[in-house]
């Protein structure tokens, strides 16, 4: 048993991922245009294969803009919560079929068990996942401004975590960003620096844990050397030897990573 899985775009100008077990292929989030999302699923292991569902984390365009083009394409089912149906941009338009999930209660796609759990980010309803097979699991969280209690606990003991590091706090504060827009960064409602996220890190790490792709990063207040940075950092500890680091682009598909 093992799970797959490969971000097809990671960024504030739109996200997607995709995460396989050997009989079940969902697509979490659709953040890129239907022609884009179609080019980009090409590349991955899908081929042709039919996608089971689309897992929506929140209703902000960088997550949703494909949503309603891809599951009416391939007739999809989507799994949202009320708070992310209820405020999807008009052009996002009709989903073929709309399943609404509560953040606590897990629910089935195919063989893979989601277990949606609340962040704290501007948005209406947001959520991050685990998705488990049998005992393996990963996790899925960015879009958020603080790692809750909760969020900590719901990321214990997965083997591969995809993880937002959206910001450096020194370009951010430097950058061009109005004042306002810096503020909703930087709070609780916004997105995780890249000092938080390897503090976070430090928290989570246990023998099991095997990938860790960094996901979410700025174009303008971050670059994919300070993140390496921060992560070499990391692993000047001995422990953090054996973790695969990636990074998630936002105009290229990433490698595929397998969980097992
Ligand atoms: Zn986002
Ligand atoms: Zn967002």
Redesign the pocket.
């Known amino acids: 048993m093992s799970l797959f899985f490969q971000v097809l775009a990671s960024g504030s100008k739109g996200n997607a991922i995709l995460v396989c077990s050997s009989r079940t292929q969902v697509l979490f989030d659709a953040g890129l245009s239907g022609r884009e999302l179609s080019r980009r699923l090409e590349k991955t292991p899908l081929n042709g294969h039919r996608l089971d569902g689309l897992v929506l984390?929140?209703e902000?365009q960088?997550?949703t803009r494909g949503a309603g083009v891809i599951s009416r394409r391939f007739d999809l089912p989507v799994y949202l919560t009320r708070g992310t149906l209820e405020n999807l941009a008009p052009p996002v338009g009709q989903l073929a079929h709309a399943h609404i999930f509560q953040t606590g209660a897990s629910f089935l796609i195919g063989d893979l068990a989601i277990h949606p759990f609340a962040v704290s980010?501007?948005?209406c309803e947001?959520s991050g996942f685990v998705i488990q097979q049998g005992n393996m699991r990963m996790a899925i969280c960015?879009?958020l401004g603080v790692a809750t209690q909760l969020v900590k606990t719901r990321l214990q003991g997965c083997r591969a975590l995809v993880l937002e590091s959206n910001h450096d706090v020194g370009r951010l504060m430097e950058g061009p960003y109005p004042w306002h827009l810096k503020q909703r960064i930087r709070s609780r409602h916004g997105?995780l620096s890249n000092d938080d996220t390897i503090a976070l890190l430090r928290e989570l790490h246990h023998e099991g844990l095997r990938s860790i792709l960094l996901a979410h990063l700025s174009e303008v207040n971050n670059h994919p050397e300070l993140v390496r940075k921060s992560v070499q950092e990391l692993q000047h500890c001995e422990e953090w030897a054996d973790v695969r680091f990636e990074i998630g682009r936002q105009d290229a598909v990433s490698p595929g990573i397998e969980v097992d």
């Open positions: 984390s929140h902000h960088d997550h980010h501007d948005a947001p960015t879009d997105h």
